[in-house]
Structures are given as C-alpha cells and as structure tokens.
DNA sequence: GAACAAAAAGACAGAACGGTCTATTCTATT
DNA sequence: AATAGAATAGACCGTTCTGTCTTTTTGTTC
C-alpha cells in the first residue's frame, strides 16, 4: 500500500524538518499535518530521533537515486555524467519547494554523531562521495580519492551557499570549477598506450 | 570592565551554542554555566533570539578581525593574503573546540531570514565575501565579483565538511582549488602597459 | 456476524521551555 | 553614611515538549 500512514507521516515529517528544521518541528505539527494518531506515529517509529533518521535515510535514497537517473540521462560519458551533477544540483536550488541541503542542517542540529539522526546523515555525505568516486575512476581520472574529495566539497559549498540564495547560482560555480578540476585531472596522467 | 555579566553571557553562551546547537540549548543551562542571575540575562538582552543574534555578531567581527591579522602577518602580498585564508581555516579548524562552523548552524536552524540570529549570520557571509572582494581588487585579478563569490563557496564547503572530519583537510583541499583559481585570474587578463 | 488488529482520540504525565515578577542583597559613588 | 543601580535567588506563569496509557472506533478477514 504506497498511502500507508507510515509514508504519510514520514512525508508529512519530512517536509515539516525541511522547512523548519527538526528541533524546532513538534511531534504534535507532526500528527497535525499529517493527522495521523500519536501513538500510530510511536508505534511505527519508536522516537523522534529514529523518525528523523528515517526520514533522513529515506531522503538520502530518494537523492542519490534521482541523482543517477539524472546523470544517466543527460549523458553516457562519466566525464559529462560528473558535471551533470552540478546542473541537477542547479535545478534542485531553483525548485521553489528547496530550503537546503536536509543532511547539513541535520549534521548541524545534532552534534553528538554517535545519535541516530548524526549517523544517517553522515551517511549520506558517504554515499555522494562514493558516487563521485565511482564516476572519477570509469572516467579514467587521476588521484580519483582527492579529486572525489574536492568534488564533494563543492557540491557541500554550492549546497551551503544556495540554502540563502535559492538560486542555481552556486551550482553554476560549482561547475565551472569542477570543469577546471577535471581538466587538470584529466591531461596530468596520460592513459598508457 | 572586562569581565562584566554580559561578557561572561556571552562567552558561556557562545561555547554552548556552538557545542549543542541554539535550540537544543536552553536559557537555564547558559544561566547554570555563567553564573547569572535570569533577570541578569533579560535585563542585558532582552530575548534569547537577541542574545543569539549578538552572540553571531560579536562572533561575526571577532572571527573576522583575527582573519585579517592572520592573514596580514603571513604575507603583504594580497594574492599569498588570500591563500593564506585558507591556511587559518584550517588551524581553526584542527582546533580541539572547533564545533563546526556558527553561522552555518545558524542559518540552518533558523529558516526564517527576517529573524534577528539569521540576519546576524547572513551578515557575517557577506562579510567573507568583501573581505575576499577587496584581496581579489587589490591583486589586480580579474572578474573579482565572480571569483570572490567562488573563494567563498570553498570556504564555505571546507567549513562544511570540516563539521564532521574535524581536520584541517578541507582547508586544504579547498586551497589547493583556490591556487588554480587565482593562478588563472591572473592571467586572462593581462595587465595594461 | 464474530473476531481481530490497526488506528483514532484524547487524557495524562513529567519535564523543559522562554519569560516575568518580586523581594532582597551587594556594590559603587557621592 | 546615604543612595542608586546592578545583581541576586527563586517562585511563578503559561506553553510546549516527548512520550505513555486507555478507551473507543474502524476495517478486514474468516
């Protein structure tokens, strides 16, 4: 059943965390908006915390798999699928609906990384790393570990800086970084003949 | 008076935030931790949303201000000033009380932006930017709008990335860009004899 | 129609929240 | 020594917080 409370609520939490943030969201905003019983929410998720981790898990997916049908789609070079991600960072910046990266604002409201909220975010930090990583080494890239560093770095700068200008703009610089990167990343280790 | 009960607020106040976040922080444990008395608090600012919004400020120019004595002390060339931006950042943060980056919290855990803490670290962004504004204009590089806009973005990134590793690799990462970024907007537009 | 589980509804707990008020004490300055 | 302003302790307010509990309703399946 895709409309089950469950998914309500995760939705309805979900929007409520990105919007507001999550200490500041109330489990009764919650139930509200979602209006689903209190203890349907506890009995599905136990707590706030691992509704927050679940929402945030959830999220991280959700992303990551958007993310590779995006890059997919607009080209079947690794090279151009990498700056790909910058343009699709672009038109999530613009989305009317986006209020920042959830994952930083989470890594910010909870410091103690051994909390589940924490963890699922630092996850996600992995994930899009591991995906730079992957498109660095098919693209025959050198020092794919830095580079896929660097890459994660400006994709966090542009999310960061976008969450105060809501324009693709950060996404845009981003990108014509990345271009330099790559370039450089490309010509300094000639492919063996 | 060097120590008055608004300093010791605002110094106790400003480890708190940083260590547990502004809404995970309560008004009883900032009291607990200086020593004061709540109507000492009221009376000084008013609101805890003001005194986190003079917190950011008082931050804000502190963190500023030892930027710029960093960075004057390391080189009197404005083009090695703005590498050596980065090279603080990275001290700061390999610093054992590095808790993450303040402003970055703050604007994440305060979503709306006419709110007096998300003013006073939307403030502090654009005070990066000028900073890196001037070093550009003064180093004679080209496009200064564009290229600080994107110094700030790595410094933004690095700051980001160094709320979870707590390493000075950020800041190094994000200078080794910073090199090919100024190494390029110093030569695309030569200067006029 | 009986039986069962899921969900609703809402009272309730206990603590913490931001913030106010009063009455008292301390500490300068004159 | 008198006075004024700052700081104190602590009771107190109403609200909100997460989380628990019980009772009733609903929907589904034998």
Same mark, same amino acid.
């Given at each position: 059943?895709?409309? &089950?409370?469950?998914?309500? *609520? !995760?939705?309805?939490?979900?929007?409520?965390?990105?919007?507001?943030?999550?200490?500041?969201?109330?489990?009764?905003?919650?139930? %509200?908006?979602?209006?689903?019983?209190?203890?349907?929410?506890? /009995? /599905?998720? #136990?707590?706030?915390?691992?509704?927050?981790?679940?929402?945030?898990?959830?999220?991280?997916?959700?992303?990551?798999?958007?993310?590779?049908?995006?890059?997919?789609?607009?080209?079947?070079?690794?090279?151009?699928? $990498? !700056?790909?991600?910058?343009?699709?960072? #672009?038109?999530?910046?613009?989305?009317?609906?986006?209020? #920042?990266?959830?994952? =930083?604002?989470? $890594? +910010?409201?909870?410091?103690?990384?051994? &909390?589940?909220?924490?963890?699922?975010?630092?996850?996600?930090? =992995?994930? $899009?790393?591991?995906?730079?990583?992957? @498109?660095?080494?098919?693209? /025959?890239?050198?020092? *794919?570990?830095? @580079?896929?560093?660097?890459?994660? @770095?400006?994709?966090?700068?542009?999310?960061?800086?976008?969450?105060?200008?809501?324009?693709? =703009?950060?996404?845009?610089? +981003?990108?014509?970084?990345? %271009?330099? !990167?790559?370039?450089?990343?490309?010509?300094? *280790?000639?492919?063996?003949?």
């Amino acid at each position: 059943m895709p409309h &089950s409370k469950r998914e309500i *609520v !995760l939705k309805c939490a979900r929007q409520l965390f990105e919007q507001d943030g999550f200490h500041a969201t109330g489990i009764d905003r919650i139930l %509200e908006k979602s209006g689903v019983a209190k203890m349907t929410l506890y /009995n /599905n998720f #136990g707590s706030k915390d691992q509704l927050i981790a679940e929402v945030l898990s959830r999220s991280s997916h959700t992303h990551i798999e958007r993310m590779k049908e995006y890059i997919l789609i607009a080209s079947s070079d690794p090279y151009e699928q $990498i !700056l790909a991600v910058f343009v699709a960072l #672009g038109d999530r910046f613009q989305d009317p609906e986006f209020c #920042g990266c959830m994952f =930083q604002a989470a $890594i +910010a409201e909870f410091p103690d990384f051994d &909390s589940e909220p924490a963890k699922a975010a630092l996850a996600h930090h =992995q994930r $899009i790393i591991e995906v730079f990583f992957k @498109l660095c080494t098919d693209a /025959n890239l050198s020092n *794919v570990d830095q @580079l896929s560093r660097k890459l994660a @770095l400006l994709a966090s700068g542009s999310s960061c800086i976008a969450r105060q200008t809501k324009t693709r =703009q950060p996404a845009d610089d +981003a990108l014509f970084i990345a %271009e330099i !990167l790559l370039e450089r990343a490309s010509i300094s *280790v000639p492919t063996p003949v």
